[in-house]
């Protein structure tokens, strides 16, 4: 059975008190923003904190199965006055902030060199790449989960009306977003008035579909319901977990396939905790695999999804080139992590006395998003240091700020790199060569205008790729996606392309 766990009232009162905290601070944004001409007032808008409670407390273990090398949560009660700044690179943490506007999600209308289909092309089912069976699981798993006003019986939103579709949450919710954004095409494909690529359709029989997608937002729950409230023994994203998996094994579907043709979002590294392992025949759609055994998630069977960035997207045409970028390297984030980030530290004691090398610590206090975006606007290169997982929002980031990443994690995963070239647009370094000293600022230093301004256009040309939106757009971050599991249907390896990593 499922059983509606909704916040007590307990968590009313206090999300009241807090409600009238934020809008003082919200205030005090909107008005500085009106007094800070070089910061745009919409990137304020977006990251604006919304009334939630922000310190609670993951209560994941990971029992009886010593799968995950997890650190324990980073839950940081931070004070008050700092709760609209973002910290960039933290899984942990999570802040509210006012939903993002789907549709002010910019679709930047560039060559699209994979698959595409005309933008007026209506979706013939016949065409589609992907069918896809969606099941009807209870609102609780999905949209349920977010503040969504629906009717007692209603278990999908109208998504015909693109200005009322549900918003996800804004803040660094946003991160692990793509469970949202698949779930709206999902059922958009069936909208004959919505205009959008036709990779994938859903299909009403099972039978006919070449996956099934369980739409469960797992980052979402891992993110917001994390907390065992009141006299609950176990947090409701613990609880809907379970939930799935008994839904999940006892479904024809399931039971046919063995659960191989179905596909999971958990894009958030926490997310899935307790079931991934029960689940791991399934194809998921992840961040990397830094907290999977390769059992469980490996290239040939899952899907790497990017990060929705946090940073806003550079236009094409306001895009600073070579000469407008002063800075020569930017990196901001938490320079000491847990777990494989000991090369962050090392880089900071090489980099931090070096000219034109933007290294700091991009703490809660700091407001992490503007100096993120101001920062890598006026760099010519953004380092990507493996942090606490090998994957962060950060890369996602640089590519819509056309800032070159250069990319220093060894075990991370690249979204699409079966037909998207890294080395066109980002320079990878091995770790071992990374921390030579010298190395690094060398090797940026020799990348001279030509080379740079290329790479500088290829990210002109890539970075819609990275895009989430609604409705999606041929060749967008859901379109890719979708694409890249049509790729995995013909059950070929997937093989990616060499990346070329730059040597001493
Ligand atoms: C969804 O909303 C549109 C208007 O936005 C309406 O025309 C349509 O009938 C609605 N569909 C359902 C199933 O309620
Ligand atoms: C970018 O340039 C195009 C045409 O060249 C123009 O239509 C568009 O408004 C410009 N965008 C911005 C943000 O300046």
């Known amino acids: 059975m499922l059983e509606k766990s909704m916040p007590t009232s307990r968590l009313l009162l206090s999300i009241t008190a807090f409600s ?59 004070p008050p006055s700092s709760i609209s700044m973002i910290e960039l690179d933290t899984h942990n ?25 005309s933008k007026k092309e209506a979706c013939n089912p016949n065409k589609a790449l992907l069918k896809v069976y969606m099941y009807d699981m209870p609102r609780e798993f999905h949209f349920g989960l977010l503040d969504w006003k629906a009717s007692p019986n209603q278990i999908w939103p109208n998504v015909s009306d693109i200005k009322h579709v549900p918003r996800y949450p804004g803040g660094l919710n946003l991160q692990h977003s793509m469970e949202y954004w698949l779930t709206l095409d999902l059922l958009s494909s069936n909208v004959k008035k919505i205009v959008r690529p036709c990779s994938v359709i859903r299909v009403e029989n099972p039978s006919q579909a070449d996956f099934i997608f369980v739409p469960f937002f797992a980052s979402l729950s891992y993110n917001r319901f994390s907390k ?6 176990v947090s409701l994203n613990r609880r809907l977990q379970d939930q799935l998996v008994d839904f999940l094994l006892s479904r024809p579907e399931w039971i046919k396939s063995g659960g ?98 933007h290294f700091a610590f991009g703490s809660a206090q700091k407001s992490g998003v503007r100096e993120a975006r101001n920062g890598m ?53 091995w770790g071992s060569y990374a921390v030579k000293p010298g190395f690094l600022v060398n090797l940026l230093k020799g990348i001279k205008r030509d080379e740079w301004m290329k790479m500088w256009e290829k990210l002109k040309e890539v970075a819609h790729h990275f895009e989430y939106q609604y409705p999606s757009q041929p060749g967008d971050a859901v379109d890719m996606t979708w694409q890249a599991l049509a790729r995995k249907k013909s059950g070929v390896k997937m093989k990616r392309i060499d990346r070329r990593y730059r040597m001493p």
């Open 20 to 78: 009238m905290f934020f809008l003082i601070i919200s205030s005090f944004f909107l008005f500085h923003s009106v007094i800070n001409p070089f910061i745009p007032s919409s990137v304020f808008k977006q990251f604006v904190v919304e009334s939630e409670p922000i310190d609670y407390t993951p209560d994941y273990k990971p029992e009886g199965n010593n799968e995950q090398p997890i650190e324990q949560p980073l839950v940081v009660p931070l």
């Open 93 to 117: 943490k999570v802040e509210e902030a006012m939903p993002i506007d789907p549709h002010e999600a910019t679709s930047l209308n560039k060559k699209i060199d994979v698959h595409v289909l």
């Open 228 to 233: 065992v409230l009141g006299k609950e023994k």
């Open 260 to 357: 191989k043709d179905h596909i999971i979002v958990a894009h958030h590294p926490n997310s899935l905790l307790y079931v991934r392992k029960k689940l791991g025949s399934a194809r998921f759609i992840l961040a990397d695999f830094g907290r999977y055994v390769a059992k469980t998630a490996n290239l040939n069977k899952d899907v790497i999804a990017p990060y929705q960035h946090v940073v806003p997207s550079i236009s094409n045409n306001n895009s600073a080139p070579f000469e407008q970028r002063p800075t020569l390297a930017f990196f901001q984030g938490a320079i000491y992590r847990k777990d494989g980030g000991a090369i962050r530290q090392e880089l900071f004691y090489l980099l931090k006395d070096e000219k034109d090398v």
């Open 377 to 429: 606007g006026s760099s010519k290169f953004c380092l990507n240091i493996a942090g606490d997982t090998p994957s962060s929002n950060r890369l996602f980031d640089a590519i819509v700020s056309h800032c070159v990443p250069v990319i220093i994690s060894d075990n991370i995963e690249l979204p699409y790199e079966d037909v998207l070239d890294y080395s066109e647009f980002s320079v990878l370094v």
